[in-house]
């Protein structure tokens, strides 16, 4: 059989074709008893080799430490949280309103859509909404709808909306974090937030959804990431399995490590030991580093 495979491939016959015929011919030669056989021995290998990969495997990485302040750090930490409120003054809102007025718009390609970026006749549409009919006042107080906070950690006020459950009889709650991701804000979580904390059924999530530092009304770091040296030492001696790319394209600046560390210096802030996460785009990165950092 095996020749006459050959034979109709101009009597070339590739390894791994021949691997298979004869791995079919050996099958049919076992009976049921020595393929049980076969089968248990390719599972037990099987499981043995992810045994050994896990072992293997790092299952958390360093918690490490930051400070992304202005100047030197500070000897202690001001561990206070602080009540924030979204405002606006009509001073900005004029402001604003000269600056679009100012604006220069370039044509549009002739009988172009949005095939090379955004169109500029479209883009004057809604800006002329965004000037005349948006209603600042109404969206500040659809921002202020939950109680936000402030707290420093490593330098940065951290801002995050912090949500309770009104703890009915009878009802569990459970801490949940939430983070946004790019290009998002804390305010993608508004509409889901009564249907996790304000329920009658017998769960309900205390939920804090934090702005990540530079992003909404966090502050944004003021300092350089670690040096590249520095930083591989720090990983081979956590025995983390990182590579070259992950290095480069994440970590020479502040990263996903860092804002993973800060929340959870945050939840610990808040009296919170063990908690939910959820976190899509950059926010599933942090919470998945998160949870690195604290697997127990």
């Not at 955004?118 to 883009?123: D, G, P, T």
């Not at 802030?269 to 697997?295: E, H, V």
């Amino acid at each position: 059989m095996l020749l006459q495979f050959g034979q109709q491939h101009n009597g070339t016959v590739s390894a791994l074709s021949s691997f298979q015929l004869l791995w079919n011919l050996a099958l049919q030669e076992l009976d049921r008893p020595k393929l049980q056989l076969l089968a248990l021995s390719s599972v037990g290998i099987g499981l043995t080799y992810f045994l050994v990969w896990r072992r293997k495997a790092k299952k958390s990485i360093p918690l490490g430490d930051g400070w992304w302040g202005h100047g030197q750090q500070t000897l202690r930490d001001d561990n206070k949280i602080y009540p924030f409120k979204v405002e606006t003054s009509e001073d900005e809102i004029n402001d604003l309103h000269r600056r679009i007025d100012q604006m220069r718009y370039t044509e549009p390609l002739e009988d172009c859509g949005f095939q090379y970026g955004f169109n500029s006749n479209y883009l004057q549409k809604v800006v002329s909404y965004w000037r005349n009919q948006f209603d600042w006042k109404k969206q500040v107080a659809k921002l202020n709808e939950y109680p936000h906070f402030k707290t420093n950690i490593e330098g940065l006020d951290v801002h995050f909306v912090h949500v309770r459950a009104p703890h009915r009889p009878g009802q569990k709650v459970l801490p949940l974090m939430l983070v946004h991701g790019w290009p998002g804000s804390f305010f993608e979580f508004y509409k889901i937030l009564p249907l996790l904390t304000d329920t009658k059924d017998d769960l309900a999530f205390e939920v804090i959804c934090p702005s990540i530092p530079g992003y909404g009304f966090s502050e944004a770091p003021h300092k350089q990431g670690e040096s590249e040296t520095l930083l591989k030492k720090r990983f081979l001696e956590s025995n983390y399995d990182h590579n070259a790319t992950f290095l480069n394209t994440f970590l020479l600046g502040f990263c996903s490590l860092d804002a993973a560390r800060i929340f959870l210096k945050l939840m610990e802030r808040l009296g919170f030991n063990k908690f939910y996460l959820q976190g899509g785009d950059w926010g599933s990165l942090i919470t998945t580093n998160m949870a690195q950092m604290k697997p127990q």
